[in-house]
């Protein structure tokens, strides 16, 4: 698909940021801007129901005018319903870590190592990052979003560097899309905290090693009593690990949870067994982006550890230049590499970490109940990958892919559906 310039390389950026919006979605049919009118029941031969993920039979899904969940019944009502006779429905996947806007320079780092592809301020990433015209930038965001509504994603947790400008940009970007964004906002210096959070949900914060203690104890009272989220890359790798013990004596999780009280902490790569006990005591919920790591060489998370400690996992795609931000392909990963630490993972807790456990530190519920939007997708059961199991939890987490997808919904609208559905 070849992006035309003319519209969008003149005015002000927000001028520009709209138009490049308007333009891309002429040109692909499959996403919906626009609001369908509204089914308010649905049916489905399954459905995965309530934060215990149960996979009921013949489930009726009325949707009220608040676009949230109405009535959850084996029961048909009354008035027109949409029926999806063999498939079943699935709570919208929430994608815990992404960067989003460097979606435009797909595989630019291939091959090169993590300090040279993405560490600030050098990175090949972000020297992309300062180079590229917005309407550029914009383009890769529209394409994104269309990959996240096609593979089940109704909701992303974005860390979005270039300071209160780069929080804007894709703010803006996102300002006529159904998809549901958390922007967490990077602070070019610990002086503009306050503008930063003015316009995100929070901070997302890269290596803390540049960070002073009483630098990080000064984000944690910026933060305490807002609401908004706070969070950074915790032992992404070796080096950075090392640097924390040297400079500051302690691990960056160690010093990071102790100062700064994260919602959540992401990578977790090199952890150890003291680092984990101390995230679970305090309640620290993890982050996990194995691809991304396989991809830059970084090394494998202690996924049985963190299993075996009961800590809050969640999963992540990590940099759009990096991986392709599909959680079905994210759980095919996580299983294999789990199973050479020893562990086998069970496909329901698989699936929770995308729904379930997001909501904990969202403190907002990501899956399927009355009183909840209605952000759901409608998976395929008739397929060749999956006709014949009777397990759809692992039909799903083991075999399951966006080629499976008919059709997206967020607060009860139909947001994207499959080109190849007669749905």
């Not at 490049?20 to 049919?29: G, P, S, T």
């Not at 067994?273 to 202690?302: F, H, M, W």
């Not at 729904?355 to 059961?381: I, N």
């Not at 139909?414 to 749905?423: L, T």
């Amino acid at each position: 698909m070849e992006h035309r310039p003319s519209s969008v390389t003149e005015g002000k950026p927000k001028e520009r940021i709209k138009a490049a919006n308007m333009e891309f979605r002429l040109e692909d049919k499959s996403f919906l801007t626009e609001v369908d009118e509204m089914n308010k029941t649905f049916f489905a031969k399954r459905a995965i129901i309530g934060k215990n993920l149960l996979v009921k039979k013949n489930v009726y899904l009325t949707v009220g005018s608040d676009g949230n969940v109405k009535n959850l019944s084996t029961d048909r009502p009354l008035g027109e319903i949409k029926e999806f006779k063999n498939d079943i429905i699935v709570p919208g996947f929430v994608n815990c870590h992404t960067h989003v806007v460097d979606a435009f320079a797909k595989e630019a780092g291939y091959g090169m190592d993590v300090e040279s592809t993405v560490a600030p301020p050098n990175g090949l990433k972000h020297r992309l990052l300062k180079e590229t015209a917005e309407t550029k930038k914009i383009h890769g965001i529209r394409q994104a979003i269309i990959e996240f509504l096609s593979n089940g994603t109704t909701c992303f947790i974005d860390f979005r560097e270039e300071g209160r400008e780069g929080v804007a940009l894709l703010r803006n970007a996102l300002s006529n899309q159904l998809i549901k964004a958390k922007i967490l906002g990077r602070p070019l210096t610990t002086e503009n905290i306050e503008t930063v959070l003015a316009i995100s949900d929070g901070l997302g914060l890269s290596s803390l090693n540049k960070f002073i203690d009483e630098e990080l104890e000064s984000i944690r009272r910026s933060i305490q009593g807002s609401g908004k989220l706070v969070a950074y890359h915790a032992s992404e790798t070796p080096e950075l690990r090392a640097e924390s013990l040297r400079v500051y004596k302690e691990s960056d999780i160690l010093r990071g949870v102790k100062r700064l009280s994260p919602s959540f902490i992401v990578h977790a790569t090199h952890a150890t067994k003291s680092d984990i006990e101390y995230l679970k005591t305090q309640e620290i919920p993890v982050v996990l982006c194995p691809r991304a790591n396989g991809y830059l060489g970084v090394g494998i998370p202690p996924i049985k550890r963190l299993v075996e400690a009961g800590i809050s996992l969640c999963l992540g795609t990590d940099n759009l230049m990096l991986n392709a931000p599909d959680l079905f392909r994210e759980f095919d990963y996580l299983v294999r590499i789990a199973r050479l630490q020893g562990i086998t993972l069970n496909p329901r807790e698989i699936m929770k970490m995308v729904t379930v456990y997001p909501s904990m530190f969202l403190k907002e519920r990501h899956f399927l109940e009355e009183g909840v939007p209605a952000d759901f997708f409608v998976f395929e059961l008739d397929k060749p990958n999956i006709k014949g199991m009777s397990d759809f939890l692992k039909a799903l987490v083991l075999r399951g892919s966006k080629g499976n997808l008919k059709a997206t919904y967020i607060n009860g609208a139909q947001v994207w559906r499959s080109n190849f559905s007669s749905s």
